[in-house]
């Protein structure tokens, strides 16, 4: 019983570099999204998917890119990294996005970045 | 525009006493209410919901409430337990979204 595996717990990026957080579920959930956690912010969310195929932005997406092929699957891909995207990133999922949002999300553990 | 506000970022608490934690949201669509429990170095855990249209739930030592009116959320834990000790979201939403408060860290003394 997996739930949401994040990897890897902890990554150093040098600015400019590239890098994709992987993120997997088995509980063939439907819904899946990545967070941002910064201190004093909460967490943001950065893009999600309903779907496999589908997927849409969220709150702050500047900088990531992501895609669903599987419904397992929903990697988040940093295109050039920045100083600025030095945080705590969680991948999370549900059934559905209303079921998530009345009966709660499993989260991963979280991939600690940071770019320097 | 912090659209939910925790404004307590830390909270602590004798075992066996009751925790309050408090929440407060400025957006009246929001209609769907939660909170989550984190531990240091793993994600978020959900706790407990509740929906617009009650103004309590209750779920073994965990209880919200909801205050429409003043656009306040709380969170009662009774009786706390060391365990508790943990960072607390809350996060309010409708349709498609959800928002997250930045949290308060909650200590339980023994």
């Known amino acids: 019983n997996a739930g949401v595996t994040q990897t890897p717990k902890f990554q150093v990026l040098k600015t400019g570099q590239s890098m994709t957080l992987q993120c997997a579920q088995d509980?063939?959930?439907?819904?899946m999204s990545w967070y941002r956690q910064d201190p004093g912010m909460g967490l943001r969310l950065i893009h999600y998917s309903v779907g496999a195929g589908i997927t849409d932005q969220g709150e702050v997406p500047n900088g990531y890119n992501v895609s669903r092929s599987t419904t397992e699957d929903f990697p988040l891909r940093l295109l050039s990294a920045a100083p600025s995207q030095t945080s705590v990133y969680f991948c999370?999922?549900?059934?559905?996005?209303?079921?998530?949002?009345?009966?709660?999300?499993?989260f991963g553990s979280g991939t600690r970045l940071t770019v320097v | 525009d912090q659209q939910v506000k925790q404004n307590s970022p830390s909270l602590s608490v004798q075992e066996g006493r009751i925790s309050i934690l408090n929440c407060d949201y400025t957006?009246?669509?929001?209609?769907?209410f939660l909170w989550y429990k984190k531990y240091p170095a793993e994600g978020p855990t959900f706790l407990i919901s509740i929906s617009s249209i009650k103004d309590k739930n209750e779920d073994g030592r965990f209880t919200v409430f909801l205050n429409k009116s003043a656009k306040h959320l709380s969170l009662h834990i009774v009786p706390s337990q060391p365990g508790d000790s943990a960072v607390y979201f809350c996060?309010?939403?409708?349709?498609?979204?959800?928002?997250f408060g930045a949290g308060t860290i909650l200590r339980v003394k023994s």
């Open positions: 999370a999922s549900s059934y559905s996005r209303i079921a998530g949002g009345h009966y709660g999300y499993t």
């Open positions: 957006n009246s669509m929001f209609d769907y």
């Open positions: 509980m063939n959930h439907e819904y």
């Open positions: 996060a309010a939403g409708y349709g498609n979204k959800l928002v």
